[in-house]
């Protein structure tokens, strides 16, 4: 199993950029594929994107496609969302996640999980 910590987060202004990132620790294989997600308050947990541990294919909302991208770094088993022209709507809480096998875009398939890191995005 692996640990995940997710950091980046924080307050920037509407059309910023943030950068978050996900250390993962434990056990990884090279089937691994690595998701973001987010939840607001009385939500659930939605996709983000989603990305295979070599880094080869990326998956996105179709919310953040355009926005965001998320990307891998195998020798310092991180990932990361780079997350530019921020909205107001984006202020929720993202979590990394993690599972065994091909890339997924729902909650239910991701075994592990990270604590979560808060984005708020002023207007």
């Known amino acids: 199993q692996v640990q995940l910590v997710e950091s980046g987060g924080g307050l920037v202004q509407a059309g910023g950029s943030l950068r978050l990132s996900c250390a993962a620790s434990?056990?990884?294989?090279?089937?691994?594929?690595m998701g973001w997600f987010r939840q607001a308050t009385g939500k659930e947990r939605e996709f983000v994107a989603a990305i295979n541990w070599s880094g080869r294919n990326t998956y996105y909302a179709v919310s953040v496609k355009g926005r965001f991208t998320m990307s891998s770094d195998n020798a310092r088993n991180t990932v990361y969302l780079q997350m530019n022209s921020l909205k107001p709507e984006d202020t929720v809480v993202y979590f990394c996640?993690?599972?065994?096998?091909?890339?997924?875009?729902?909650?239910?398939?991701?075994?592990?999980w990270g604590q979560g890191t808060q984005v708020t995005v002023s207007s």
């Open positions: 434990g056990r990884t294989f090279s089937d691994y594929a």
């Open positions: 996640a993690a599972r065994r096998g091909v890339v997924r875009t729902t909650t239910s398939e991701f075994a592990s």
